[in-house]
């Protein structure tokens, strides 16, 4: 009986907000035509009401619902996705007028949740004076100097992990992970963090990490609840950091470059901003590096002759006498050409940044349609690198199309403009060190040759890659043997 009663209660309810809903959503539509007049929208769908597409998003592949929403209206169109009404971009053009030429017109934007969890100083939530200084001192501490300086430790971390893993049935993704937020801790605290404070940040940030991108829920014993508190002990470990650094001699590393830091006036950095600038770099450097990392391994697995290719070239730079122990110096990396063309094209074929968020800041016009106000912007990065007009049979990994350089604008797995990623060499270097152990050293066996891709939210093989890694014997041990 009380199941009966309240039925035209909740429809009633229903009713009404969907009323409410329509209503704004005309109200909205009728002040866009009334401020820009002779302007339309781009074309496209927008779905339910409040919803929009999001549910359509997300039971699809990405990949197949973008590639089918510009087949049906073109490189310009609307949608609603994730509570926001969004013009996307897929063609280099357009990306560029919002990356770089008009950058002004468009602000990076995250949702508040991500903010919260990271920080509200990080710099990739900003833009003007702010973000272009934290942009060079962070791009300086990841400088090529830098990153010679931190090659031996790279070196070192690499072959750890490798070593670690032999005979092993793992989950290549997250291995690479591990390693990836090792190198970043590298180079944001330097050597000379201890042992126990590295396993709390990393447990601490794992946490944290998993909340990042789930539903933002405050209440007790969800994952945003419990990133929430993660982060406010990654927080309190930094501040302590801070305080103890600042008392010794400091090594020349991001959390120093931070802490040394001088507006012309003598301003320093407050230790909020220290602390959410050091939290993103993090956050950036980890799954996207792990991500490409293991796209790499899987291509290389499923190209014998490429493999092959490799092991020749990396053999090649070694110098006589290192034989299969050769650690990379500065000037071996630079001579790795096809090294650098497999790590081009990986980064195109996986497109591990699919898209990037901004939001108009006033009307904009762009090629005769209207871009309202706070309407979300998506330049499509992976429609731009598959796109055959650019990149001929873009379904297939062939390295020897970046024998040249590619077209401006066609080519954006780092982002573009002032808040392209400023780490790019130093992931670009990981990505050289661990090809570079990984074919002159080892072996390896995938176990699951799905095509299939998840999205966590970065895209990765299935399940992460399962794979076995195995030691191969260098010829010197093999000439011992054969003397023994």
């Not at 991108?213 to 209440?219: D, G, V």
């Not at 002990?233 to 103890?244: A, C, F, N, S, V």
Request: glycine share 6%.
């Amino acid at each position: 009986m009380w199941i009966i009663c309240e039925l035209p209660v909740c429809w009633l309810f229903f009713s009404v907000s969907l009323s409410l809903v329509v209503f704004s959503v005309v109200v909205l539509i009728t002040t866009w035509q009334k401020r820009s007049p002779g302007l339309s929208l781009p074309p496209g769908s927008m779905g339910w009401p409040w919803i929009g597409e999001t549910h359509k998003f997300y039971s699809e592949d990405p990949n197949v619902f973008f590639a089918t929403k510009q087949q049906r209206y073109g490189e310009i169109f609307k949608t609603h996705l994730l509570g926001y009404p969004c013009v996307m971009l897929a063609n280099p053009e357009a990306a560029r007028f919002v990356l770089s030429t008009q950058a002004q017109l468009f602000k990076p934007t995250y949702p508040k949740s991500k903010e919260t969890i990271i920080g509200p100083s990080a710099l990739f939530f900003h833009q003007g004076d702010y973000h272009s200084r934290l942009r060079k001192l962070v791009q300086g501490s990841l400088s090529p100097e830098a990153i010679r300086f931190l090659l031996p430790d790279i070196n070192s971390r690499v072959i750890s992990l490798l070593t670690s893993l032999e005979g092993r049935t793992v989950t290549t993704f997250h291995e690479m992970k591990n390693l990836s937020f090792d190198v970043g801790i590298l180079a944001v605290f330097g050597r000379d963090l201890d042992d126990q404070c590295k396993e709390e940040l990393t447990k601490y940030y794992c946490i944290a990490e998993k909340g990042y991108n789930s539903f933002p829920n405050r209440f007790p014993g969800t994952l945003y609840s419990k990133a929430v508190a993660a982060r406010k002990k990654l927080e309190e470990i930094m501040r302590q950091l801070i305080q103890e650094r600042r008392q010794g001699r400091m090594e020349k590393n991001l959390l120093s470059v931070l802490m040394s830091s001088q507006y012309n006036n003598g301003v320093t950095l407050s230790d909020d901003q220290i602390v959410d600038n050091v939290i993103g770099v993090l956050f950036a450097a980890r799954d996207t590096t792990a991500s490409a990392m293991t796209w790499i391994i899987k291509y290389l697995y499923a190209n014998k002759k490429l493999l092959e290719s490799i092991k020749e070239e990396h053999a090649s730079v070694c110098r006589l006498g290192e034989g299969s122990d050769c650690w990379l110096s500065w000037e071996q990396t630079r001579k790795l050409k096809l090294t650098h063309r497999v790590i081009m094209e990986s980064l195109r074929m996986a497109s591990i940044i699919s898209f990037t968020f901004r939001e108009a800041v006033a009307d904009v016009e762009y090629k005769g349609y209207l871009i309202p106000k706070g309407w979300k912007v998506l330049p499509l990065f992976r429609n731009i690198h598959h796109s055959a007009e650019f990149f001929p049979e873009p379904k297939k990994f062939n390295e020897s199309r970046f024998r040249e350089s590619p077209s401006p604008g066609t080519f954006l797995p780092f982002g573009s403009g002032v808040h392209a990623c400023p780490g790019n060499e130093l992931a670009k270097m990981e990505m050289i060190i661990l090809m570079h152990h990984l074919v002159t050293k080892y072996r390896w066996e995938i176990l699951e040759s799905s095509s299939d891709i998840e999205y966590g939210p970065f895209p990765i093989p299935k399940g992460g890659l399962p794979a076995q890694f195995f030691r191969q014997s260098s010829k010197e041990d093999e000439q011992l043997k054969e003397i023994a």
